[in-house]
């Protein structure tokens, strides 16, 4: 029975957010990814387009989340779609960190506005 212990999850940090890594085939994942983002205060992410849909939920804290265009504040419990092909920019403007849980399925890539690509080891 795979389980993941929290102090062996791995972390990775980029655009100025963790991203802590629970489910990948290197944890006996054999479809899905999932992870805790942690979200400092301020953090404005890059706009990036999806390949694979995600399943983003909001445990602690608010966020603005852009996605295709339109804005929304998200709080503690709200879910978002995010549908492969969409566009997405999280930003936090609030003074807490926020705490999110994502599961997608395994080969997510990112595909930022300079057209560069990010093959997530979070999500692979």
Same mark, same amino acid.
């Given at each position: 029975?795979?389980?993941?212990?929290?102090?062996?999850?791995?972390?990775?940090?980029?655009?100025?957010?963790?991203f802590v890594?629970? !489910?990948?085939?290197?944890?006996?994942?054999?479809?899905?990814?999932?992870? $805790?983002? +942690?979200? &400092?205060? @301020?953090?404005? *992410?890059?706009a990036h387009?999806?390949?694979?849909?995600?399943?983003?939920?909001?445990?602690?804290?608010?966020?603005?989340?852009?996605?295709?265009?339109?804005t929304e504040?998200?709080? !503690?419990?709200?879910?978002?779609?995010?549908?492969?092909?969409?566009?997405? $920019?999280? +930003?936090? &403007?609030? @003074?807490?960190? *926020?705490?999110?849980?994502?599961?997608?399925?395994?080969?997510?890539?990112?595909?930022?506005?300079?057209?560069?690509?990010?093959?997530?080891?979070?999500?692979?």
């Amino acid at each position: 029975m795979p389980v993941v212990r929290s102090a062996d999850a791995v972390t990775h940090e980029i655009h100025g957010a963790r991203f802590v890594s629970h !489910a990948t085939p290197l944890t006996g994942s054999r479809e899905l990814a999932a992870w $805790r983002g +942690e979200i &400092p205060p @301020g953090t404005k *992410a890059p706009a990036h387009t999806v390949s694979r849909e995600e399943v983003f939920h909001l445990l602690v804290g608010e966020l603005d989340v852009t996605l295709d265009g339109r804005t929304e504040r998200i709080t !503690a419990g709200d879910t978002l779609i995010v549908n492969a092909g969409s566009t997405l $920019r999280v +930003e936090n &403007p609030t @003074g807490h960190t *926020a705490l999110t849980w994502v599961t997608t399925s395994l080969g997510l890539e990112a595909v930022l506005a300079d057209g560069s690509r990010i093959a997530p080891p979070w999500a692979n």
